[in-house]
């Protein structure tokens, strides 16, 4: 896509964020990636060692639920596209800890929106989440999901009920890994 040029891939070094990262990096050497990892419990740096020394890939060390890290890095690498993994993600770690899941998940989600908004370069955000199955559906991690996932189509319509003008020129798409859409297009529409 000729629009595209740097891409920020939020937790980075994650299970699944680091395949794409990779994926970007190895496959399309025009496009500059940026791995954004707070490198907490499940996540690594061995996932992109081999992305080492490549000009196309930087790694940045930051929290999406520290707007400064997110700005911060959004403006040093002039960040025009974002793929958003970064979240919390696994089910039994939720029982009795749900505040930080809903702090990362829907805090860090509406932190990342909002820097995107004021960076001013982001054409496309890519919402990614995982699908995890379980017994409880009002489960933590689920209701954390869907709270951001409203947060994440209130901008694709444009309101923030703050009066803030329409934003229809970001591109906004909710998508689950297991591939059915929510957004209306797939993860890597154009781009993968």
């Given at each position: 896509?000729?629009?595209?040029?740097?891409?920020?891939v939020t937790g980075g070094e994650g299970f699944i964020a680091s395949w794409l990262v990779r994926h970007l990096?190895?496959?399309?050497?025009?496009?500059?990636?940026?791995?954004?990892?707070?490198?907490?419990?499940?996540?690594?740096?061995?996932?992109?060692?081999?992305?080492?020394?490549?000009?196309?890939?930087k790694f940045f060390h930051g929290d999406v639920t520290n707007d400064m890290d997110v700005l911060r890095c959004?403006?040093?690498?002039?960040?025009?596209?974002?793929?958003?993994?970064?979240?919390?993600?696994?089910?039994?770690?939720?029982?009795?800890?749900?505040?930080?899941?809903?702090?990362?998940?829907?805090?860090?989600?509406?932190?990342?929106?909002?820097?995107?908004?004021?960076?001013?370069?982001?054409?496309?955000?890519?919402?990614?989440?995982?699908?995890?199955?379980?017994?409880?559906?009002?489960?933590?991690?689920?209701?954390?999901?869907?709270?951001?996932?409203?947060?994440?189509?209130?901008?694709?319509?444009?309101?923030?009920?703050?009066?803030?003008?329409?934003?229809?020129?970001?591109?906004?798409?909710?998508?689950?890994?297991?591939?059915?859409?929510?957004?209306?297009r797939a993860v890597c529409d154009g781009i993968c």
């Amino acid at each position: 896509m000729p629009d595209v040029h740097n891409i920020l891939v939020t937790g980075g070094e994650g299970f699944i964020a680091s395949w794409l990262v990779r994926h970007l990096v190895v496959k399309y050497p025009t496009y500059n990636v940026v791995s954004f990892d707070k490198l907490d419990y499940c996540s690594s740096l061995n996932h992109s060692r081999l992305l080492e020394g490549r000009p196309n890939f930087k790694f940045f060390h930051g929290d999406v639920t520290n707007d400064m890290d997110v700005l911060r890095c959004l403006q040093k690498y002039n960040i025009d596209t974002i793929f958003h993994l970064a979240a919390h993600t696994h089910v039994d770690l939720s029982f009795g800890n749900s505040y930080n899941f809903t702090k990362n998940n829907v805090l860090g989600t509406h932190i990342l929106l909002e820097s995107a908004i004021a960076a001013g370069t982001i054409r496309r955000f890519y919402h990614i989440s995982t699908d995890e199955v379980s017994v409880h559906p009002l489960e933590e991690v689920q209701k954390t999901r869907a709270k951001l996932a409203d947060a994440v189509q209130g901008l694709r319509r444009g309101g923030d009920g703050r009066g803030r003008p329409d934003r229809a020129e970001l591109s906004v798409a909710n998508q689950s890994v297991c591939g059915q859409q929510s957004g209306g297009r797939a993860v890597c529409d154009g781009i993968c």
